[in-house]
């Protein structure tokens, strides 16, 4: 099996979608308001990072 950069470009952007999912199902659960922060910056975090890999992915014709 053969993976190109693109797969692993698509395996990191589905990854940091699913982080971001989690993160802030998380956040939701959490009732320490400092624990409560850190873990929305970790939210906001993978969602740049996100964005950022599907834009690379969308800028070569392919999608998220």
């Known amino acids: 099996m053969n993976f190109s950069d693109m797969d692993m470009l698509q395996d990191y952007e589905k990854d940091t979608r699913m982080a971001v999912l989690a993160y802030s199902l998380m956040e939701t ?21 996100q ?9 070569r014709g392919d999608r998220p």
């Open 29 to 49: 659960e959490i009732m320490d308001s400092t624990l409560r922060k850190l873990i929305h910056q970790a939210a906001e975090s993978a969602a740049k990072s």
């Open 51 to 59: 964005e950022k890999a599907a834009h690379l992915i969308m800028a």
